[in-house]
């Protein structure tokens, strides 16, 4: 089992920026591939971010490139997002994932966070 605990989120304005956390326990982080999700009211969850198990690989939504960088420090057993100029359509709660294998769709995620809520204001 692997615990994931986010935090970081909160209220801020559009154009400000946030930095998400993501502290794991239970397992090595160093086999997990990781990811942030994030779903709006009324919406499905849609992915944000991943990063490999080294953290040598990225990827991004298109909705969020340029804006939001995703990093891990294994040392720490935390992954973050770094999310600035925000815009409102970015309010959601953001989850935190686990994965430890890939598949035919890329990372299987087996474990999530509970989730932090982001809200960013017009």
């Known amino acids: 089992q692997v615990q994931l605990v986010e935090s970081g989120g909160g209220l801020v304005q559009a154009g400000g920026s946030l930095r998400l956390s993501c502290a794991a326990s239970?397992?090595?982080?160093?086999?997990?591939?990781m990811g942030w999700f994030r779903q709006a009211p009324g919406k499905e969850r849609e992915f944000v971010a991943s990063i490999s198990w080294s953290g040598g690989s990225t990827y991004y939504a298109d909705s969020v490139k340029g804006r939001l960088t995703i990093s891990r420090d294994n040392a720490k057993n935390t992954v973050y997002l770094q999310m600035n100029s925000l815009k409102p359509e970015d309010t959601a709660v953001y989850y935190c994932?686990?994965?430890?294998?890939?598949?035919?769709?890329?990372?299987?995620?087996?474990?999530w966070g509970q989730g932090t809520q982001v809200t960013v204001s017009s």
């Open positions: 994932a686990a994965a430890r294998t890939t598949g035919p769709k890329g990372y299987e995620y087996d474990y």
């Open positions: 239970g397992r090595p982080f160093s086999n997990y591939a």
